[in-house]
């Protein structure tokens, strides 16, 4: 085993995509795996970033094309 990570430590994910039935599907393939968790769905690029301060994700999926903020944009103020 690594050094300084646990078997219970878990990937925490958050998916940024205006259309909800594919942020609904990755989130539930993500669930599928043990060591992945999907902590929050932003449909738009300003949700995006202030689910990303409120839920610190290790990774953060955005999708490029999305209102308000785009995914570029919202990626550089994550």
């Known amino acids: 085993m690594t050094e300084g990570y646990s078997m219970v430590d878990k ?3 958050l998916i940024a995509d ?6 609904e599907g990755l989130c539930q393939l993500i669930s ?18 202030k689910l990303a301060g409120k839920f610190m994700p290790d990774i953060a ?3 490029v094309s999305m209102p308000d903020i785009n995914g570029v944009e919202a990626a550089k103020r994550v």
Not at 18 to 23: E, I, V
């Open 11 to 13: 990937i925490k994910i």
């Open 61 to 63: 999926l955005i999708d």
């Open 32 to 49: 599928k795996e043990k060591d992945l968790e999907c902590v929050a769905e932003a449909a738009n690029g300003e949700e995006a970033v």
């Open 18 to 23: 205006d259309h909800p039935l594919f942020r």
